[in-house]
């Protein structure tokens, strides 16, 4: 099955391969990257980090450089998940049900009172019978949009951020109504203080904290209830991301509009000024499928089309004010190398639930019985097959498969470890063998001509070698003139000269092998007293 890449997080660095090789789903925030969360493959959850605040949902206030389990969260299945600078974190599960934990100073868990929460509670005013799709958070709000399209906010609403006509927090969750009342929203995201709404029509709406022009509306005030983005009238918007004060729209034609704080260039318009309209941004006619900016920072990025990766705005402390072209393969990677703090801007998710690569396909059909159409008999036992692959992968199966309508073919000449491995290799393109058992597929490879497995061979053969085994390897060098090889453990063999000549093996070598084996060995200075 398919793992989920964390390699360029740090904080997952001590985490063991069999670890990580769980890993379905993952999250990194907190101040410096120190904290994050992770789902494992069959739904457990886990946490590590410093914990500020409980916002690790442990239950207490410890620090963690082991993953702890947060039992309450293990089965349900998180499709969205978002976090604040408290920090304080919010989920939806596939139920629709929210969770949230950690910092609480303004309310924005949702539960009406202002202690942090140490351990997920669900969020349950006003969402009981709301199924929840995706949740945002601001600094310290958090807006949740339900299937039904509506929006509910709660926390710190100093700017109207909450969008409730006022400027007083909101300890629990409430609709955002007043213009979108009857409209139905599709997409949302926060930045530091402000929030962002796109409806099924391609308007946006946006709400709160706009000193830097991030609403888009044109002007540099505040608002305490939603306002649509005028300016955006006649293009189709269909998601949007906010960076810390800057704001980034995606057309449905593939176009990326910006707008808002620019003193690092996060607005890709080549130059540092402010925008508080939205303003369109040069990709080079390249299409565009995915915006990413996080309300933790000022970097921006996006993906085009062809799969390409696109970033501005502060990189690491640099300041690039056009967007430039990367060698990342996700947008994910962006925030992992370049954004400060590096942390992720939304949950990490193992592409396609059970999308399989053609080599992983064909890999997970070996010795499958299911839809193979020939078997192999092999020392009384059965190796289930697909011709067309054999005769993709390997001359001698395309002629002799060519020749045959056999539905079961017996082999005498080789054993069924060895040409199990054999055929393991066509599907897999490795070799999965101890090196004395590597003798007789080197055998084989040499029987069929095949020059690759071969090499693959002789190579496993080499990183097992050992005094005891050397002259047996030597052997079999010899008689499969795999000349690389015997090389190889000929100069073994005068490096362990006198434990190699002690073995049984050594004892049982062939006349001819033994002469050649000592004028060798005297050539090599193997004798010298």
Known sequence: CIMLDVGKWPVFALLPPEELRLIRQACVFGSAGNEALYV?????????????SGCLGLGDLQSTI??????VLCGKKIVSLSYGTGPHVVIATADGEVFAWGHNGYSQLGNGTTNHGLTPAQVSTNLL????TEVACGSHHTIALTVDGEVFAWGYNNSGQVGSGSTANQPTPRRVSSCLQ???????????LCSMAVLDNGETYGWGYNCNGQLGL???????TPCRIAALQGVNIVQVACGYAHTLALTDEGCVYAWGANSYGQLGTGNKSNQAVPTLINTDKERMVEVAACHTSHTSAARTQSGQVLMWGQCRGQAVACPYLTHFASTDDVFACFATPAVTWHLLTVDGDDYLTVAQSLKKEFDSPDISDLKFLVDGKCIHVHKALLKIRCEHFRALLNETDEESIEIQQFSYLVYRAFLEYLYTDTINLPPEDAIGLLDLATFYRETRLKRLCQETIKRGISEENAITLLSAAVKYEARDLEEFCFKFCVNHLTAVTQTQAFADMDHELLKTFISKASRYGAFKN
């Open 40 to 52: 494992t493959l069959n739904d457990e959850v886990f946490a590590l980090g410093t914990n500020c």
């Open 66 to 71: 082991e993953p702890r389990r947060i039992d």
């Open 129 to 132: 019978n709301k199924r929840v």
């Open 182 to 192: 009857n409209k139905v929203v599709v997409n949302i995201a926060c930045g530091q």
């Open 218 to 224: 044109g002007n540099n005030g505040n608002q305490q």
